[in-house]
């Protein structure tokens, strides 16, 4: 019986990558999960990762450190910058990590060749990408282009593939989707600032973004939150 | 007066980046060097760097840990795996540690942007690249692709310049021109598996390569070795 095929997904412990590697899982691949710890302000998103790699059956799940707080620029591993609660505006937000995505896909890449995978998967997402430019489709091209060049196996003329499955789809999409395969979403964290229990702000982009598509899918989000929302437009 | 523009140059503290750095400096930039401690074998080539950087009198010097050793995959991380040292062979070798250069230009990258430089700089090198897929042009020229995609300043028209100054020019090259700008090559390491006191053994590609280059420049090379050697064909 030929084993199936390995692939490295990149898990953050939020809601799209739980639900990326949900979809790794139902495209019959054997899950090497990869967290990066890259200085957040917090561990939550860790724990979370950790739980969902847990119930997921993943066959390892790696935790690598890299310290992107020493490169500076974002509000997301800086102390001294204030995660934006006022909304959703125009442009790339403070919370953009300088060239993270990239980053990460790289490690990711050299985790993968390592194994012996040829498949990298990544939640990332085009349409509520809250304006971050390494979330676009044609970043993502660009990368499996970079990865064919930059290794062995594109040598050997053999290929990657880098899944972005939900690249496409809306937040609600993605929170359907998540809860056709089963994810247990209780175990995901998504907030940018969470207290020190791991309870989402609500205020942030990404809580706003969350919360927003789960009203809309009219099922109650599983995971903790600091105060009682009714409403919080997106 | 204008102040010079930033560049980010990526240290290892071996001949080549060194050399590269350099070069950098003679083109009017003002350096910020980046060296990547990844769980090598040895900490010899991290001191190089530091012994490096101090002399070219660089801006800040930024040592990140990064433990690419936890992926796995190549004789220079592991230490199960031997360094070769039989001589250069063909094809890749095992002490290629996967997708290293795009790990290193995407930090680099990254950081380059939190400081608003838009120069790059590595000192790869095609000629006497040893087989590295990721020494290659096209590899290159697909990063500086990517990193005008992935960045907040490619989404404002700017570009990122990745420059590899090396690319073409052989070991032979390198030295001399390295001697030409001045560096101290008594502060580089270049062996790929030192002794405790930070000598070279001679004998895998890096030392053949270095030495073979020295010899035909016909200057003695001022790094430690470990024995005295007559003449070691690359």
Known sequence: MASSPKAVVLLSGGLDSATCLALAARDGFDLYALTLRYGQRHAAEVDAAR????????RRHLI???DLAAIGGSALTAIDLAVPKGGLAAGIPSTYVPARNTIFLAIALGWAESLGARDLFMGVNAIDYSGYPDCRPAFIAAFEQLANLATRAGVDGERFRIHAPLQHLTKVEIVRQGLALGVDFARTRTCYDPDADGRGCCLCDACRLRLAAFAEVGVADPAPYQDLVIAVPP
Chains 1, 2 share one sequence.
């Open 51 to 58: 739980r969902v790699a847990e119930r997921q059956g993943v």
């Open 64 to 66: 690598l450190d890299v």
